[in-house]
């Protein structure tokens, strides 16, 4: 199984990035997918969650409204779409994976996911 990021980058605030998590080794719709958040000196922050499957979603309330998680089969990819994004969405951001059906009281649990990609870092000036 690999996850592979990228998309990251520097941006003002206001502004949007598109995160990419390209996924292999394992049966697509088998999984979900979660995108977590690390900023310096903060814990660990589920942000969003997929299904892939039926593609249902959940999304932490710091995120709700601004943020769009979405996925395509075809290219085994799960996509962040991050718009007005402010200074505290500055992190490092991971995708993880996990070979269960999350809801709405397990989707953010970090500890369940086993697989991780390395990282894109997402830096948003003011």
């Known amino acids: 199984v690999q996850l592979v990021e990228s998309g990251g980058g520097l941006v003002q605030e206001g502004g949007s990035l598109r995160l990419s998590c390209r996924t292999s080794g394992f049966t697509f719709d088998d999984y979900s997918v979660t995108w977590f958040r690390q900023a310096p000196g903060r814990e660990r922050e589920a942000v969003s969650c997929i299904n892939n499957s039926e593609r249902s979603t959940y999304y932490a309330a710091s995120v709700q409204g601004r943020f769009i998680i979405s996925n395509n089969a075809a290219e085994r990819t799960v996509y962040l779409h991050m718009n007005n994004l402010k200074p505290e969405d500055t992190a490092i951001y991971y995708c993880?994976?996990?070979?269960?059906?999350?809801?709405?009281?397990?989707?953010?649990?970090?500890?369940?996911?086993?697989?991780w990609g390395q990282g894109t870092q997402v830096t948003v000036s003011s």
């Open positions: 993880a994976a996990d070979l269960r059906y999350r809801d709405g009281s397990t989707w953010h649990l970090a500890n369940d996911y086993g697989y």
